[in-house]
């Protein structure tokens, strides 16, 4: 049997597609993680290898070395853990409720340095979904 979709149906299919892929997801692990909060991927993602290399390039500016804007440290993954001022900004398996993501994903930071791409923003999520893991 043939299911007739409308074409607004069709269309909303089509965007939802074309976007799930342009952002280098597949669909099977973009409706697992967004709907489960369960990773689907075989590998983690590694602290040291994929997401310190992206706080030092955008985040370190402001909040790297000695002075540290509202208290956050990314000079380690202890300090990143620690949190700033306002407590913890990072909550192992909850990329949706962790401060640090939804300030990147609202444009409020960084500040200065290097924007980060979809992809960066993706696997900052992926790790913190994962468990936020110091490997």
């Known amino acids: 049997m043939q299911k007739n979709f409308t074409p ?4 909303v299919l089509l965007a939802a597609f ?3 892929t342009a952002c280098g997801t597949d669909t099977t692990s973009a409706v697992s993680t967004s709907v489960a909060a369960v990773p689907t991927q075989a590998s983690a993602i590694s602290y040291s290898s994929n997401i310190d290399p992206i706080l030092q390039r955008s985040c370190f500016e402001c909040h790297g070395g000695e ?3 509202k208290g956050l440290s990314v000079a380690t993954y ?3 853990m620690k949190g700033s ?3 913890a900004v990072i909550l192992a398996g909850e990329p ?3 401060k640090f993501l939804l300030s990147i994903l609202s444009g409020k930071m960084p500040k ?4 980060l791409t979809a992809e960066e923003i993706q696997l900052i999520r992926q790790w913190i979904l994962e468990g936020a893991n110091n490997n």
């Open 8 to 11: 607004i149906f069709r269309t």
């Open 18 to 20: 074309l976007l799930l």
């Open 67 to 69: 002075k540290t804007s």
């Open 78 to 80: 202890d300090a990143l």
């Open 85 to 87: 001022q306002n407590g």
């Open 96 to 98: 949706d409720k962790s």
């Open 112 to 115: 200065k340095g290097n924007k």
